[in-house]
């Protein structure tokens, strides 16, 4: 069973920056893949990035691509969401979501995850 835990929210002025960090247990040797979501207020869960373990390539969501980096560290099995120059408009509860495979495809879809964190909540405000 894969455990999923996210940290690094909280409020932030625009223009500061963010780090979360997902943290994923139970994943095998070859890693979990893993994505990034949001839900603000009053919206849909949107897709944010997303890390392919085995390839270890990085996917961002274009309306955040300027602002917004996803990695992965191998030896802390952690992938993290560094977030640069926010807006109000990124307020949101971030939710990190995982695989047991290593591999996600584009990384996109929900559907691609099987297990999710309670989120963090990002508040940003001017």
């Known amino acids: 069973q894969v455990q999923v835990m996210e940290s690094g929210g909280g409020p932030a002025k625009t223009g500061e920056s963010l780090l979360l960090t997902c943290t994923a247990s139970?994943?095998?040797?070859?890693?979990?893949?893993r994505g990034w979501f949001r839900r603000a207020p009053g919206k849909r869960r949107e897709w944010v990035a997303g890390?392919?373990?085995?390839?270890?390539?990085?996917y961002v969501d274009i309306s955040v691509k300027d602002r917004f980096t996803v990695s992965g560290d191998n030896d802390r099995n952690v992938v993290y969401l560094q977030m640069d120059n926010l807006r109000p408009e990124d307020t949101a509860v971030y939710f990190c979501?995982?695989?047991?495979?290593?591999?996600?495809?584009?990384?996109?879809?929900?559907?691609?995850?099987?297990?999710w964190g309670q989120g963090t909540q990002v508040t940003v405000s001017t």
């Open positions: 139970g994943c095998s040797s070859s890693g979990c893949a």
């Open positions: 890390f392919d373990w085995r390839s270890g390539r990085a």
């Open positions: 979501a995982a695989t047991a495979r290593s591999g996600c495809g584009d990384c996109m879809g929900p559907y691609e995850f099987q297990y």
